[in-house]
């Protein structure tokens, strides 16, 4: 793979969104376990009621949790997009794929048309030897 393949602009345009999706979605997971692990904290009194405070946090982390999720499956549809792009748009190894599946057919082929042939002169014979013996009875 030494050449260097020119996508055109709609297919770079398509992969610079892929690699933007990757990157907010990975930055979203990092973020929100940031948070939530700076949440696990004990801080010191405040003036909210720890059973409040201990309440706000946890519905928080169900939030922020949430996001993760959010991103996780975000980005399992960005797989499964890539996956579709790559199989929609790897002429080059569909053709190789095509072609070497073409050579294995005509090969095939030729190696049945060589049995058949013989077989046909073996039953040429067989015929000739069989006239020759009705005939000559």
Known sequence: MATQRVLPQSKETLLQSYNKRLKDDIRSILDNFTEIIKTAKIEDETQVS?????????????VRAANIVRAGE????????????????????????????????????????????????????????????????
């Open 50 to 62: 720890r059973a409040t405070q201990a309440e706000q946090d946890h519905y928080e982390m169900h």
């Open 74 to 137: 975000s980005l399992m549809k960005l797989v499964s997009d890539l996956k579709q792009f790559l199989i929609l748009n790897d002429f080059p190894s569909v053709n190789d794929a095509i072609s070497l599946q073409n050579q294995q057919l005509r090969s095939l082929q030729e190696e049945c048309d060589k049995k058949l042939t013989s077989l046909r002169d073996e039953i040429a014979i067989d015929l000739y030897e069989l006239e020759e013996e009705y005939y000559s009875s």
